[in-house]
Antibody, heavy 127, light 107 residues
Framework: EVQLVESGGGLVQPGRSLRLSCTAS????????MSWVRQAPGKGLEWVSF??????????EYAASVRGRFTISRDDSKSIAYLQMNSLKTEDTAVYYC??????????????????WGKGTTVTVSS | DIQMTQSPSTLSASVGDRVTITCRAS??????LAWYQQKPGKAPKLLIY???SLEGGVPSRFSGSGSGTEFTLTISSLQADDFATYYC?????????FGQGTKVEIK
């Protein structure tokens, strides 16, 4: 069974750091790109970050709201994706979901959509 | 960033109704659009990808259509399990964006 389990959430003060982990099982982790998506309390979904698989350079993309503060990475030997969050702000308070990205080719490039999601981990930024 | 706008924001319907949700993009996203269902306290679930392709295991009463800037999600006969919030999401751009969501409520 394909499964993603997030961990590392908690209560943190503004300006501090936190690292989230997403542990995958049931599929060949290294074959897939991975993403993080967040949902603030009572709000909609916001894509946060994305990392391609090793054959595609493990390059990353970020939402403007987190660029320069958050860093996504992966350890294929452990089947884990990480989200390092620095300089946290109160507006980063949310449930953070990790997801697996499926790659499909079209229009001369690859496109990625999220097919499997974890249950999420809650991050609360408050003094 | 590409803006995604869903309508309506809330929809009241009864079991057995045909339900249609619209999603509009601020610029063309070709067919690179997905639909997700989310229930309270749960993770989103993929329903449709590439605008009209049904994800495995998703009931056939769900269907998607459209291309370019206008898309629809249709539930042909609403079931009790379908009361949830639905989101469209474009993945034409690496900076992926979601619509604000459509909550389907019991009438």
């Amino acid at each position: 069974e394909v499964q993603l389990v997030e961990s590392g959430g908690g209560l943190v003060q503004p300006g501090r750091s936190l690292r989230l982990s997403c542990t995958a099982s049931g599929f060949t982790f290294g074959d897939y790109a991975m993403s993080w998506v967040r949902q603030a309390p009572g709000k909609g979904l916001e894509w946060v970050s994305f990392i391609r698989s090793k054959p595609y350079g493990e390059t990353a993309e970020y939402a403007a709201s987190v660029r320069g503060r958050f860093t996504i990475s992966r350890d294929d030997s452990k089947s884990i994706a990480y989200l390092q969050m620095n300089s946290l702000k109160t507006e980063d308070t949310a449930v953070y979901y990790c997801s697996r990205d499926v790659k499909i080719y079209g229009d001369y490039k690859y496109y990625y959509y999220m097919d499997v999601w974890g249950k999420g981990t809650t991050v609360t930024v408050s003094s | 960033d590409i803006q995604m706008t869903q309508s309506p924001s809330t929809l009241s319907a009864s079991v057995g109704d045909r339900v249609t949700i619209t999603c509009r993009a601020s610029q063309s996203v070709s067919s690179w659009l997905a639909w997700y269902q989310q229930k309270p306290g749960k993770a989103p679930k993929l329903l449709i990808y590439k605008a009209s392709s049904l994800e495995g295991g998703v009931p056939s009463r769900f269907s998607g259509s459209g291309s370019g800037t206008e898309f629809t999600l249709t539930i042909s006969s609403l079931q009790a399990d379908d009361f949830a919030t639905y989101y469209c999401q474009q993945y034409y751009s690496y900076s992926r964006t979601f619509g604000q969501g459509t909550k389907v409520e019991i009438k």
